[in-house]
């Protein structure tokens, strides 16, 4: 069987070739029960358009770039499915960078990587996308860009975010209320934004029980399985034990669960614990632990949908640009005794 071309998609849905093409490319001037109807009929014939072709026709590449400083962690790995995914729906094609800022010359590396690619646009995800150094290059060159959970500057650019210090808030009140008082706190790498916004969400819920935060409950992680194993080996062998621990991501919360394990301290009998991202550890451990689940891939998707966006290269500080998507607080057996799944 040939390819379905563009024109069997118009003659099947009754328009003309262009308003196929501006359905696909997402462009604006479309009626919403055109863009529906053209839309099923691209579904219904499996219709995948020639990249190279497009590109040849326009001024668009239709490829996206996703920046990351750590690609081989599980945070990024779901960043990745999400854009992979949306833009495969979307008719894009997504490129991976692995960016190092501590690397001399980082600068010229990226600005190789936008004119060899003629990148479309560019999602930034964090710490990186709070570079100054990158921001401005990148504005420089022209090159529209989102941002995920971006610490500064919220008005420069599109961005989507969760609510960490609501999320963190949230979990820490659900360990006071299963009746820990005495509750250790891991802290993320400093680098990124949601670090401190956790960290201030923990305080505000102990504090709202009127609960003290020690200093010897609070540890230096950088979200690590490593970072948690060491802090958890330092709480958990002190003179008096919490009894219970909220790590900031599940690879530490993992960390702490091992420790626990290798000292004979029965979890969560003994000891609560509870992490956040709702990673696959936090699902595969046992037992499985208490998390929230933050929407990763939802947040690369969305980042997607708004660089498609034909109004966003004309108006990029637009609000309609910034989002903010829910979270969840998944309650297992690391927290919780009655809790058998």
């Known amino acids: 069987m040939r390819p379905v071309t563009l024109k069997d998609v118009a003659l099947r849905a009754g328009v003309s070739p262009k308003t196929v093409s501006r359905v696909i490319n997402g462009e604006a001037h479309v009626r919403p ?3 529906d109807a053209v839309q099923r009929i691209v579904d219904d014939l499996d219709y995948r358009p020639n990249a190279f072709a497009r590109s040849l026709s326009s001024s668009r590449s239709y490829l996206l770039g996703l920046f990351l400083d750590d690609p081989g962690s599980g945070y990024a790995a779901d960043l990745q499915l999400g854009a992979l995914m949306r833009c495969r729906a979307r008719s894009y094609h997504l490129v991976v960078e692995p960016l190092d800022t501590a690397a ?4 010229g590396d990226v600005v190789a990587i936008i004119k060899a690619l003629r990148l479309d646009g560019a999602i930034l995800s964090p710490p990186i996308c709070d570079n100054g150094v990158l921001l401005d290059l990148l504005d420089r060159e022209g090159l529209p860009y989102v941002r995920i959970s971006p610490r500064d500057d919220p008005g420069r650019s599109g961005l989507v975010d969760m609510d960490d210090t609501a999320a963190t808030r949230e979990m820490t009140e659900h360990l006071i209320g299963l009746g820990h008082r005495d509750i250790g706190f891991i802290k993320g790498d400093p680098a990124h934004s949601s670090s401190a916004k956790r960290l201030d969400g923990f305080c505000a819920a102990m504090a709202a029980a009127g609960l003290a935060v ?12 490593r970072s948690g194993l060491r802090v958890g080996d330092a709480m958990l062998r002190g003179a008096s034990l919490p009894t219970a621990i909220f790590a900031s991501n599940d690879d530490m919360a993992l960390g702490v669960l091992v420790t626990a394990m290798r000292l004979g301290i029965a979890v969560p009998e003994r000891l609560a614990i509870a992490g956040f991202d709702d990673a696959p550890t936090a699902r595969a451990a046992w037992p499985p632990i208490t998390t929230i689940r933050q929407p990763k891939g939802e947040m690369a998707a969305s980042a997607v949908d708004i660089l498609v966006d034909p109004r966003y290269r004309l108006s990029p500080t637009d609000p309609d640009f910034r989002r903010r998507l829910g979270y969840e607080l998944v309650a297992r057996l690391s927290s919780d005794p ?3 799944d």
């Not at 001399?104 to 600068?107: D, E, F, K």
């Not at 020690?214 to 690590?224: A, I, M, V, W, Y």
């Open 33 to 35: 029960e055109v863009r």
């Open 104 to 107: 001399p010359g980082w600068p």
């Open 214 to 225: 020690r200093p010897d409950r609070l540890g230096e992680g950088d979200f690590s399985f």
């Open 338 to 340: 009655a809790r058998a």
